[in-house]
């Protein structure tokens, strides 16, 4: 059975970071895209960033400069390393592999003074 874990969220104030994880079980990331969004209160859910299995990245405007989406095959992990944290930032995080098409159960990140 494939599982994606997502851990790492918690509460931040702004202008602080975070480092969200998002492991894999019953699959091998090594070969596959894997991505990140977010849904926030009363809002879609959004594209975040992603990975390719050659490590090209990708990233929403909104977090382009501040968020850096990273992999390490050998513990089948991809990361989420989030600085400058905005209130806006705050949802939940969600990590999807591409194919087979997995999510995660998502991680609470909130950005609050």
């Known amino acids: 059975q494939v599982q994606l874990v997502e851990s790492g969220g918690c509460w931040v104030q702004p202008g602080g970071s975070l480092r969200l994880s998002c492991a894999a079980s019953?699959?091998?990331?090594?070969?596959?895209?894997v991505e990140w969004y977010r849904q926030a209160p009363g809002k879609e859910r959004e594209w975040v960033a992603s990975?390719?299995?050659?490590?090209?990245?990708d990233y929403a405007d909104s977090v382009k400069g501040r968020f850096t989406i990273s992999r390490d095959n050998a513990k089948n992990t991809v990361y989420l390393q989030m600085n400058s944290l905005k209130t806006e930032d705050a949802a939940v995080y969600y990590c999807?592999?591409?194919?087979?098409?997995?999510w995660g159960q998502g991680t609470l990140v909130t950005v609050s003074s």
């Open positions: 999807k592999n591409t194919y087979p098409e997995v």
């Open positions: 019953g699959i091998i990331f090594r070969g596959n895209s």
């Open positions: 990975i390719t299995s050659g490590r090209s990245t």
